[in-house]
């Protein structure tokens, strides 16, 4: 399984207009850009791949969860999963998960408690981090991916990843988006599964 | 100087709605994000990328050029170039580039043209090529790379480019979306550019 936390430090909690992700949806786009990387092949979903957005910018924090194995009506534009997250945005969301579409679930709580639910060892991507062709990510094994949007990570963020087990990583020498990040992460786990 | 050919099969020639790009616009989204892929870092753009989007979908062919140097009102969402695309569907294209907005520019032709005017040697990404690991792209030398939308290319395409120099490259062991395949190039090419 392979699992990748996103961030999203403006993105609305309520839902929201698909005509202005940018805006009024405080940056949504990034995050549906981060579902698309994170889920498609040609012509083919990633099945072994999970994705938690973390919405931050209401009252109170949500987390959407896209599950590659059971997603369905998912489309790569950026509309298509907006459309699922708003969806998922529609349900009176509790503390635990509530399928919303058929692969797409929601939950209030933050970034610390579903790194809490997961129990996990992190990779966290920073410009500063280990390159991952220095040192690979290991095959074949879980993992868990934390990327922050447009605004990185805040240093409450790092300091909670900072107090659980996780290594720092990088994808190459210059400032990537997330959703790039992503496909590059793929590539090398592709590779290294396939032993090319 | 590092330039994209993508080619929109069913891409369509006219204005279009901003709120169905994957179908009445003729899966304008995958080139939509190609154009983000290509020129977009996180904060800032690559000026020393040019995009060719051949828009395949209509009575006549149109070419759409994104220039990285000198492109303004561009965000990484996909409505955001669709709408640079769709302003460029406004003009009345001619037979040489006619700019719409800053450094978005459209004319009527089609692929082969687009090679003739270029003349350069073409690097084409396809699923059986060369892996860019085993034979690196040359660091600091201009290229032009070619990729296919959903539908890959025509077998009378590949006779275009099969008639002119060129290398056949793959940038992993899986088949991915066009825009993926970018991110990948780019990478590659910016750890060539930095020695890493």
Redesign the interface.
Known sequence: MKEFIIIGHKAVTIPFS??D??GAAGRM??LC?CV??AL?????LRRDVRVYLVLKGGAQSKIVRFDGASVRYL??????SASLIKKALEKQAQGFWTESTPGVSVKVGDFGDLLDEMNKKIIYLREDGV?I?IKPIEAGSDHLFVLGD?MGLTEDEENIIKGREHEIVS???????AD?CI??LH?EM??S??H?
Chains 1, 2 share one sequence.
């Open positions: 698909l005509n992700l940018p786009d990034i850009r698309n990387s498609f092949l040609s012509h083919d489309s790569p534009d950026e509309r298509s390159d062709r447009h994808v190459g020498p210059l400032s990537l988006h790039h496909v590059l590539n592709d590779r599964e396939k090319i």
